[in-house]
Nanobody, 116 residues
Framework: QVQLVESGGGLVQPGGSLRLSCAAS????????MGWYRQAPGKERELVAR???????NYADSVRGRFTISSDNAKKTVYLQMSSLKPEDTAVYYC??????????WGQGTQVTVSS
């Protein structure tokens, strides 16, 4: 059974930082990309950042320069370091993994709230 388990969400003040983690298990084929998406109330889910195995991250314009994505391929884990957080970053953040054979998996989501 495939699982993506996220952790690290929470409440933070504007300008603060959070680090999200996502560990994948049960995936028996190669992972092509892992990444983070987010969905704010009343809005569609959007890509935040994505990283290919052995590659560099790519970012949404709204987070470039503030967020950093990284991965540990051996542990099938992806991280999202979020800095200079803004209220508009408030959303449920979802981990995503895409395999080399086209499977697409999602985590259950973790809430990030940026508020004073």
């Amino acid at each position: 059974q495939v699982q993506l388990v996220e952790s690290g969400g929470g409440l933070v003040q504007p300008g603060g930082s959070l680090r999200l983690s996502c560990a994948a298990s049960g995936i028996s084929v190669g992972i092509y990309t892992m990444g983070w998406y987010r969905q704010a109330p009343g809005k569609e889910r959007e890509l935040v950042a994505r990283i290919a195995t052995g590659g560099r991250g790519n970012y949404a314009d709204s987070v470039r320069g503030r967020f950093t994505i990284s991965s540990d391929n051996a542990k099938k884990t992806v991280y999202l370091q979020m800095s200079s957080l803004k209220p508009e970053d408030t959303a449920v953040y979802y981990c995503n993994a895409r395999t080399t054979i086209g499977n697409n998996y999602w985590g259950q989501g973790t809430q990030v709230t940026v508020s004073s």
